[in-house]
């Protein structure tokens, strides 16, 4: 049976794709849970703090919204106030789901300190600003480290930084990930994910970027922990992240089929299940008569073969059976007793 612990923390990110608008956030909350996920995350910063106002785009970002305005103007307004997270917060407790959000600054992390969350993201963007990570590394919560763009001797640094500033290994989980929007498949590089796991001795997981949900499945199946992808109400409204992300039917998808693989990956015992145990006499074999034999008649090569059901003497012992004496008469294809 699967137990809690080998079972998958599925984190939907609605992140931005609120668009600013505290209804359509309600509405993104509603649809993780009855896409019946288990974290519903944002992005919590002041803008002012995260970008200079003259910050270009990244491409992605230019891509899903050509206009000509600033990263500055653009974050400006998917800012979420501090009343808003409250409401959002209190949406999550009523609905029964885990509310939970990155912040991209000193200050929105302290205020996010402040809100009593279960866990602390850290963001690909923040793995090399080591004052973030020292001040992340204090609040004694469990962390999820993406790693969007490092190298692996970042993630040792900022593995490195963490667990001196008080971080437990055990309470970290570290994220692969790929920060293009939407990663192409031959970038994804999935196994560095287990690489990760065995340079580090953490629990692993991906955030996903791909379009589809075929990566984030396989994840599951090479050991991620945590899984985290981004979905919107309507890939088509105007925002930075709506086109790389699952539609409700797809976040749902995407769940059910994690959920299976869990299932699936058993306990890696090798052994007959529950189920199919009684399709071992139907589908093996025993030894039969190939001829009829007399009573008294040696058992021989030529008189014995195997053949269904399988409920008689094993083929695996037909030289042992070889060379003894028939006891009884047996028609052809009966099943041979000693």
Excluded at 78 to 99: M, N, T, Y
Excluded at 197 to 222: C, K
Aim: proline content about 4%; glycine content about 6%.
């Amino acid at each position: 049976m699967l137990t809690e612990n080998d079972s998958t923390l599925i984190i939907a990110e609605a992140g931005v794709n609120h668009n600013g608008d505290l209804d359509l956030a309600y509405r993104l909350i509603d649809i993780a849970v009855e896409a019946g996920v288990d974290v519903v995350k944002f992005q919590t910063f002041r803008s002012e703090l995260l970008v200079t106002e003259n910050a270009k785009k990244a491409e992605y970002q230019i891509n899903s919204n050509a206009n000509q305005e600033s990263q500055y103007e653009m974050l400006r307004k998917l800012e979420i106030s501090k009343e808003d997270h409250f409401r959002l917060i209190e949406h999550c407790k009523k609905a029964g789901i885990e509310f939970l959000s990155t912040a991209f600054d000193l200050e929105s992390l302290e205020f996010l300190k402040s809100l009593n969350l279960k866990r602390v993201k850290i963001p690909s963007g923040e793995i090399t600003n080591l004052p973030y990570l020292e001040q992340v590394a204090k609040i004694g919560l469990p962390i999820i480290l993406s790693t969007g763009m490092a190298k692996l001797g970042e993630i040792e640094a900022a593995v490195h930084a963490l667990i001196e500033n008080g971080a437990r290994r055990n309470l970290l989980t570290v994220l692969h990930c790929n920060t293009e929007y939407p990663t192409p498949f031959q970038d994804v590089n999935l196994r560095a994910m287990v690489s990760i796991a065995h340079s580090f001795g953490v629990e692993i997981g991906y955030s996903d970027h791909t379009d589809g949900i075929e990566v984030a499945i396989a994840a599951v199946s090479l050991g991620a922990k945590v899984i985290e992808k981004h979905f919107t109400i309507d890939k088509s409204l105007p925002g930075p992240d709506h086109k790389a992300s699952l539609d409700p039917v797809e976040l749902k998808k995407m769940v059910r089929a994690i959920r299976n693989i869990e299932q699936a990956l058993g306990n890696g015992i090798k052994e007959p299940s529950e189920s199919e145990k009684k399709n071992v006499s139907v589908t093996r074999k025993s030894l039969v008569a190939a001829t009829p034999i007399e009573a008294g008649e040696t058992f021989t090569k030529s008189n014995l073969t195997a053949k269904r059901p399988g409920f008689g003497i094993s083929p695996m012992l037909y030289y042992d059976v070889l060379g003894k004496v028939s006891k009884r008469k047996f028609q052809k294809d009966e099943l041979i007793e000693l």
